[in-house]
T-cell receptor
């Protein structure tokens, strides 16, 4: 199916564990983004990527690592999860050029205990 | 990317027009105004965008002031399903144009 998908949808992990959230898009969009959304708040940009092998930090990158070896995938890794990283994580993608909107995945709800 | 300011919450009667304001007084000449909404806990959904002219699509209308320092999203006939958080963002289209979201406006449509 065409679109942008995130996995898993729900994840519970323990403090100190490494966890990877997956994001896959089928449009071959150049740009991909990771946001986190804490309860009752807006989205904050963690990392973004302009193309394969090109990534850059957003507003809140500390504690996260990203990679983009293929255009369609943009995994987000929490190297050592902390309780403060409990949040809903959204992945998004968009094409290059003008007049291009971003498309968001359904989110991954991560709980760190 | 320029920052935006939106009211925290608004109410609207079902069937009436919902007018959601956004202030972006530091917007640059090459930055577009985009609106998204987030229903419940789903991923945000694109609504509309514009540069300086007013825009209309099947979902909404966007009115941008002449000085471009503010804009208004108009949902002409709000329904209960329009209850959501609405985000106004500004970004350039020519580079990574990373979008910075604020806390948005929670619109509640009441019967």
């Amino acid at each position: 199916d065409a679109g942008i998908t995130q996995s898993p949808r729900y994840k519970i992990t323990e403090t100190g564990r490494q966890v990877t959230l997956m994001c896959h898009q089928t449009w071959s969009h150049s740009y991909m983004f990771w946001y986190r959304q804490d309860l009752g708040h807006g989205l904050r940009l963690i990392y973004y990527s302009a193309a394969a092998d090109i990534t850059d930090k957003g507003e809140v990158p500390d504690g996260y690592v990203v990679s983009r070896s293929k255009t369609e995938n943009f995994p987000l890794t929490l190297e050592s999860a902390t309780r403060s990283q409990t949040s809903v994580y959204f992945c998004a993608s968009r094409d290059t050029g003008q007049n291009t909107e971003a498309f968001f995945g359904q989110g991954t709800r991560l709980t760190v205990v | 990317d320029a920052k935006t300011t939106q009211p925290t919450s608004m109410d609207c009667a079902e069937g009436r027009a919902a007018n959601l304001p956004c202030n972006h007084s530091t917007i640059s000449g090459n930055e577009y105004v985009y609106w998204y909404r987030q229903i419940h806990s789903q991923g945000p959904q694109y609504i509309i965008h514009g540069l300086k002219n007013n825009e209309t699509n099947e979902m909404a209308s966007l009115i941008i002031t002449e000085d471009r320092k503010s804009s208004t999203l108009i949902l002409p006939h709000a329904t209960l399903r329009d209850t959501a958080v609405y985000y106004c963002i500004v970004r350039v289209n020519t580079n990574a144009g990373k979008s910075t979201f604020g806390d948005g406006t929670t619109l509640t449509v009441k019967p």
